[in-house]
T-cell receptor, first 114, second 116 residues
Framework: GEDVEQSLFLSVREGDSSVINCTYT??????LYWYKQEPGAGLQLLTYIFSNMDMKQDQRLTVLLNKKDKHLSLRIADTQTGDSAIYFC??????????????FGSGTRLSIRP | SQTIHQWPATLVQPVGSPLSLECTVE??????LYWYRQAAGRGLQLLFYSVGIGQISSEVPQNLSASRPQDRQFILSSKKLLLSDSGFYLC???????????????FGPGTRLTVT
């Protein structure tokens, strides 16, 4: 079945790198996403990676995909206080669907220590 | 540019009362629309999605319903709220034409519902 798992909490020191991990069950997922949710707000799409890619970098964000292990990670370099948020991993299962349903994980709450 | 609105932002309702949450999208046509619920400390649960006016698909059985009376309007309703309906309700849209761009979902600011 479809399932996306993440650890619930991560605490890092300001200026260090944060690595948020995610595992998914559907090896044929086409797209994998990282969303960010700041307190009391909706979700913001941070980045996504197509399943035929191993890595994608966008400024301070690096996404790594290990299809063999069905493992996705998000690395945030030089973590700042503004990065405090809940980060959701999500997958797009295969199969044609005009509604493009996405399966979300439970989210990882990232907190920053001074 | 496209924007998505939800209202109200917060709502406190007694058990057994009705519910109506509204979501509207601007700047796009024929979007796919979604309702999610986020319970405290939990992930997102997809409740309903819609690919067109009057077309609603339900993901989980519950006492909630959804309607899409206009192309860019999506409404979440209940006739009688339960305590377990408390949560953060998020509306989202995606491009409705299919293809890779339809796989990105854009979220509204959410409505926090507390059932007392």
């Amino acid at each position: 079945g479809e399932d996306v798992e993440q650890s619930l909490f991560l605490s890092v020191r300001e200026g260090d790198s944060s690595v948020i991990n995610c595992t998914y069950t559907d090896s044929s997922s086409t797209y994998l996403y990282w969303y960010k949710q700041e307190p009391g707000a909706g979700l913001q799409l941070l980045t996504y990676i197509f399943s035929n890619m191993d890595m994608k970098q966008d400024q301070r964000l690096t996404v790594l995909l290990n299809k063999k292990d069905k493992h996705l990670s998000l690395r945030i370099a030089d973590t700042q206080t503004g990065d405090s948020a809940i980060y959701f991993c999500a997958e797009k299962p295969p199969g044609y669907s005009s509604a493009s349903k996405i399966i979300f994980g439970s989210g990882t709450r990232l907190s920053i220590r001074p | 540019s496209q924007t998505i609105h939800q209202w109200p932002a917060t709502l406190v309702q007694p058990v057994g009362s009705p519910l109506s949450l509204e979501c509207t999208v601007e700047g796009t046509s024929n979007p796919n629309l979604y309702w999610y619920r986020q319970a405290a400390g939990r992930g997102l649960q997809l409740l309903f999605y819609s690919v067109g006016i009057g077309q609603i698909s339900s993901e989980v059985p519950q006492n909630l319903s959804a309607s899409r009376p206009q192309d860019r309007q999506f409404i979440l309703s209940s006739k009688k709220l339960l305590l377990s309906d408390s949560g953060f309700y998020l509306c989202a849209w995606s491009v409705g034409t299919g293809g890779p761009s339809s796989y990105e979902q854009y979220f509204g600011p959410g409505t926090r519902l507390t059932v007392t």
